[in-house]
């Protein structure tokens, strides 16, 4: 019996990074997972991942920002699996932006990281809210929620509002009496693909953002995900509207 046993999970952007640890860790300790991204080869691999370990996962076309395919991929799953029990709002986009940042950008960056988060959000507590057995919903949000750069303009902005609509759910979800949790995830600087690009973009930040982090390193998808696990799994049955902070002391300075 894994950590997850009997659970569904939808992680969102689990074809790559930090979602694609995620989904993986979920499967291993027994969850039947759905991989949702845009990019289904990519999705599907980890799907193929996930059944070469003699786990079960399935691909779902997610577009994050589309209010219509929230609501096809929630009903897939459940369709596929007969209900859902955990979501991982972990999509997300990173581009560099500063105040004078063109408002194309500002409203994509908004769409996918905070729209997005929403709309999860929603869809899965119309999903779970007959539920008879402990939900939960777990959205990655960042460091840069509590904290900025001239540079992140829209990305701690819209992880600022992550943070804070993943509270007023909680409370939500407490009051309408809902058997779900809510809780928000704020990962430090990881290797991934969004922190490789950026990396090969601004090639001298490499340097900095490691001092930057007092524990010496750069964390890994791993790190992150074992907290999500923690969140989503029933370990963490009285965690509600709380903030795990997963960033190598870089916020405590
Ligand atoms: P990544 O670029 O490696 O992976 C992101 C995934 O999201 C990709 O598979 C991509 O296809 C998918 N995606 C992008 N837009 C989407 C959309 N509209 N709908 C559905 N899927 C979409 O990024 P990552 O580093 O793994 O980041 C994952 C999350 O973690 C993001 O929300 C990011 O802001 C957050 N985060 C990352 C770090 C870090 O250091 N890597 C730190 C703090 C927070």
């Given at each position: 019996m894994g950590r997850m046993s009997g659970k569904v999970a939808l992680v969102s952007g689990a074809a790559s990074g930090l979602g694609e640890a995620i989904a993986l860790l979920l499967a291993a300790e027994g969850a039947q997972v759905a991989v949702a991204d845009i990019a289904a080869e990519a999705g599907q691999d980890v799907v193929d991942r996930i059944r070469a370990a003699g786990?079960?996962?399935?691909?779902?076309?997610?577009?994050?920002?589309?209010?219509a395919e929230w609501d096809s991929a929630v009903a897939a799953v459940v369709a596929r699996y007969g209900k859902l029990t955990v979501l991982v709002n972990n999509a997300g986009i990173a581009p560099v932006g500063d105040m004078e940042m063109s408002f194309d950008l500002w409203r994509k960056v908004m769409s996918i990281n905070l729209d997005g988060t929403f709309l999860g959000t929603r869809a899965a507590i119309r999903a779970m809210r007959g539920s008879e057995e402990?939900?939960?919903?777990?959205?990655?949000?960042?460091?840069?929620?509590?904290?900025?750069?001239?540079?992140?303009?829209?990305?701690?902005?819209?992880?600022?509002?992550?943070?804070?609509?993943?509270?007023?759910?909680?409370?939500?979800?407490?009051?309408?009496?809902?058997?779900?949790?809510?809780?928000?995830?704020?990962?430090?600087?990881?290797?991934?693909?969004?922190?490789?690009?950026?990396?090969?973009?601004?090639?001298?930040?490499?340097?900095?953002?490691?001092?930057?982090?007092?524990?010496?390193?750069?964390?890994?998808?791993?790190?992150?995900?074992?907290?999500?696990?923690?969140?989503?799994?029933?370990?963490?049955g009285f965690v509600l509207g709380s903030e795990l902070v997963i960033d190598g002391g870089f916020l405590i300075q």
């Open positions: 786990g079960d996962g399935m691909f779902v076309r997610l577009d994050v920002a589309s209010e402990a939900c939960s919903i777990v959205n990655i949000s960042s460091t840069m929620a509590m904290t900025a750069s001239p540079t992140t303009a829209a990305y701690s902005a819209s992880k600022g509002g992550v943070r804070s609509l993943t509270k007023a759910a909680a409370l939500y979800c407490a009051a309408q009496k809902l058997p779900i949790r809510v809780n928000s995830v704020h990962p430090g600087m990881c290797v991934t693909p969004l922190v490789s690009r950026y990396f090969e973009e601004y090639p001298h930040a490499l340097e900095a953002q490691i001092a930057s982090h007092p524990i010496g390193h750069l964390g890994s998808p791993e790190d992150v995900a074992r907290g999500v696990l923690y969140l989503a799994s029933d370990e963490s």
